[in-house]
């Protein structure tokens, strides 16, 4: 039986690379840079919101397992992340 955690981290990943094969898909079909600039500027919002959601997710799995001091250490390099890139 597969773990509730696992599923729902796999299941946003596939979400998000389907996200990314439709905004291919949708690219290729306008065939115009500016449209192709605008939908690759939304999948720029999209990517941080799926790493934030798939980690949070497997930090809720790991919660009793691993110590507040850890948690604490991944919650800061996910910050760091994050800084590094929305920062311009």
């Not at 905004?23 to 790493?51: C, D, H, Q, T, W």
Request: net charge positive; with cysteine; charged share 15%.
């Amino acid at each position: 039986m597969m773990d509730k955690i696992v599923l729902s981290m796999a299941t946003l990943r596939i979400i998000s690379g389907s996200l990314e094969l439709c905004a291919a898909l949708l690219m290729l079909r306008f065939n115009e840079v500016n449209k192709a600039l605008l939908i690759n500027s939304s999948l720029a919002f999209v990517g941080p919101l799926i790493l934030i959601s798939t980690t949070a997710i497997g930090l809720v799995g790991l919660a009793d397992k691993i110590s507040y001091s850890k948690m604490l250490w991944i919650s800061a390099g996910i910050c760091c992340l994050m800084i590094g890139i929305l920062k311009k």
